[in-house]
C-alpha cells in the first residue's frame, strides 16, 4: 500500500504561540522535533498495518521543518515549496491508497486553536460552499480530486470535529484542545502513542469509506483583514468583490479552485 502524508505544526502537541513555529526562535527546534516524531510515529502506525511506501510533505512554513534522518527508511520526504496549486499536498496523484494529515489545525473564523488560521494570517475567514474552510477541507478536497481517501488527521479537537463531520468515517486523533489563547495539549510521549495507534487503526479499515466526493460546483468566499487585498484578488480573472474586503470565485472544476488560492490567498 502507498499512502501520502502532509505535515503541518500549529496543531501539533504543545505549540501555543506563532514564535514556537518560526525558525529564528529559541523553542522551535523542541517543537520541530515534536512535528518530527509525530509524523514518524504516523509512518510507523501506517507500515504496521502494511504500508510499504509513504510520502511525507513537510507543509509549515519553509516546508524545512522534519528532520528526515529521525523517520522510517521506506519514507521519502518532499521539502520546499513547488510553488503549484497543489501546495500542502504537492506531489499526491492518483496512485496512493490514502491519505492522511498530521499537525493540523482549526479554520481562520475559529477559536479551536490560539493560531487558528487559513493558509496565511491574512484572512479573517475563507468559506467553500457556505462551509468555513480549514486547510484540512481545502486539502481534503485535493485528495478527493485525485480520488485518494483521507483516512487519518490528527491536531486539535476542534479541528477533528470538523473534519469528521466532513468525513464521517475519518480517524480523527485530538493532541490539544485551545482554551481562548491558551491550549492544554497531551504529553508527547501520549500524543505520540495515540497517532500510532489511530494510523494503524485508520488503515486496517475500509479505506473507500474515507473518499470525500467533490461537489458539482464550487463557491469560495475569502474575508481579508484589510480591502486592498480583496481588491488586488478581484483581478483574478473570473473573481468579484463581494463588499468592501471580500472576494468570491465560482468554479465547476476543483483545480481552478486551487489555481485561484494559489495566486490571491
Known sequence: MKLYLSADIEGTAGVVKWSETEPEDQYYPYFANEMTQEVRCACEGAMEAGVNEILVKDAHHTATNINPEKLPEIVKIMRGWTRGPQEMMAGVDGGFDAAAMVGYHSASGTNG????????TQNESVTLNGRLASEFMINAYTAAYYKVPVVFVSGDRSLCESAK?????????????????ASVSLHPAAAQGAIR????????GDLSECLLKLPESFEVSILFHVHDKAYYASYYPGARSDGLKTVTFHASDYFEVLRFLLFVL
Open 113 to 120: 486553536n490560539p493560531l487558528a488560521h487559513t493558509m496565511n
Open 197 to 204: 495507534k489511530g494510523m494503524l487503526q485508520a488503515m486496517q
Open 165 to 181: 463531520k466532513l468525513i464521517p468515517s475519518i480517524t480523527a486523533v485530538p493532541v490539544s484542545e485551545g482554551i481562548g489563547n
